[in-house]
């Protein structure tokens, strides 16, 4: 833990104060306050909160702010006991079962609440997620393996290379299917990160990640863990996936195609959509029931490694007022790439087409999606998007932003130049690039 985490929040006075008592979050602490004691878990703060203020857990599990002011004294009773887990013994797994193997990679559905504290922290690993569901045990024979254990934010092109490298080595150990805990904030750009890379793999590789952690009643890890490795042993088909829930029960999960799910709801359990396609599949019941024609099989013959990741790409969205010195200082940065996350059909202010094209001349790819949900980019229409045609943009038709952003940060790896660059991008991979686009009920 760094300096800054052992007292997080705390500043000036107050800290100086906790670090002459060589205290630390976490720590059972007594501070004296005049003629009261306090007693409790010393708490982490926000940083911008009012700073003159220590704040404690009591026992009875209610937090207290203490005013620090002349006089309190600060005494450390107990170190800070980190979270901890012990699973049950992991039930025997039965002969014949497929070969799943699960990477965690972090995120909620690998968290457990510190109610010392009351902060959600990573403290369950794959193993433990494995050996507290029994259910999985009825499933498959299951391997387990923490790969890295980070907050989805954090994720970068070369954690994306990581999680591919992972699972083209177990691909190619024999296993039946790959089931990767993630955390659902930037899942999306994981999944398609994966589609990419493990082009019309032979099993399924399925994300999955959970709205609330493991320990809470409302919890939906367990059934969308069910529901992934279910679909990781046992579908017909091969797709790099998500499973999430499709509605707030848990009646049904819905499987979604790598490279058209978002995450849509910033809490809900069913916060995960298919956008301009259906789910691939749901999960009800126990059973499997495909919803996809055309789907890659299990077992495919065809399937191709193409890793590699630039982090020379860029998703802007366009705004109105928006300063075309933005798309400039992207360039100057070394950008390669950007997508435009337009209005509409397609569009940005006339302002920006003279350093639109002024790139594009140089170079520089151009993509064009839309802001809205769903539908597709259209830039005939209307002489604004006529015009970015004639500067240079590429209409990326109904792909998502957060696909495209994706999609280039990969052709960027393997293009020579522009030209090339615009062939990989209008060129259907995993399902990103055209259909009809239909939105979806999801189980309702």
Not at 147 to 164: C, G, Y
Not at 173 to 200: E, R
Not at 314 to 328: H, I, N, R, S, T
Request: some cysteine; overall charge neutral; hydrophobic content about 40%.
């Amino acid at each position: 833990m760094s300096v800054q985490e052992r007292l997080q929040g705390y500043s000036g006075e107050v800290r100086r104060i906790l670090e002459e008592a060589g205290v630390e979050v976490g720590d059972e602490v007594e501070v004296a306050a005049g003629d009261r004691v306090y007693r409790g878990i010393l708490m982490a703060r926000y940083e911008l909160a009012e700073p003159g203020y220590i704040v404690l857990k009591l026992p009875n599990g209610y937090n207290v702010g203490v005013r620090v002011s002349e006089g309190v004294s600060v005494r450390r009773i107990a170190p800070a006991r980190k979270p901890s887990f012990t699973p049950p013994p992991r039930p025997p797994s039965k002969p014949g079962l497929p070969r799943v193997y699960v990477i965690s990679t972090g995120g909620t559905i690998a968290s457990r609440i510190d109610y010392r504290t009351g902060g959600v922290r990573a403290a369950l690993t794959a193993e433990d997620l494995l050996s507290i569901i029994p259910e999985l045990a009825e499933l498959a024979d299951l391997g387990a393996e923490i790969l890295f254990s980070i907050f989805s934010e954090d994720m970068t092109a070369d954690h994306w290379s990581r999680m591919a490298a992972k699972a083209d080595e177990l691909i190619r150990s024999g296993v039946d299917g790959i089931v990767i805990a993630h955390g659902t904030d930037t899942m999306g750009y994981s999944a398609a990160a994966l589609s990419f890379a493990l082009q019309k793999p032979p099993v399924p590789v399925v994300f999955v990640g959970a709205q609330r952690s493991s320990d809470r009643p409302s919890s939906d890890a367990a059934t969308n863990l069910i529901a992934a490795v279910r679909v990781a042993g046992h579908a017909p088909f091969a797709e790099v996936c998500a499973s999430m829930h499709a509605w707030h029960s848990d009646d049904v999960i819905a499987i979604h195609r790598g490279t058209r799910v978002r995450k849509l709801h910033t809490s809900s359990r069913d916060a995960f959509k298919s956008v301009n396609a259906d789910p691939i599949a749901y999960v009800a019941g126990g059973e499997i029931r495909v919803n996809a024609e055309n789907l890659n099989p299990r077992g495919s013959e065809e399937y191709r490694f193409e890793p590699g990741f630039s982090d020379e790409a860029a998703l802007v969205k366009f705004y109105p007022g928006m300063p075309p010195e933005l798309l400039e200082l992207l360039a100057e940065r070394g950008c390669r790439g950007i997508i435009l996350e337009g209005t509409g059909l397609g569009h940005v202010s006339n302002r920006l087409r003279p350093v639109i094209k002024e790139l594009v001349d140089r170079g520089i790819f151009i993509g064009m999606t839309s802001q809205c949900i769903y539908g597709r980019v259209n830039m005939r229409v209307y002489d604004t998007g006529r015009y970015l045609l004639k500067a240079g943009v590429v209409p990326l038709d109904d792909m998502l932003p957060e696909t495209a952003y994706v999609k280039l940060s990969w052709c960027l790896s393997r293009a020579r130049d522009l030209e090339e660059v615009k062939r990989l991008m209008l060129t259907p991979i995993s399902g990103e690039l055209g259909g009809r686009s239909t939105p979806s009920l999801q189980g309702r």
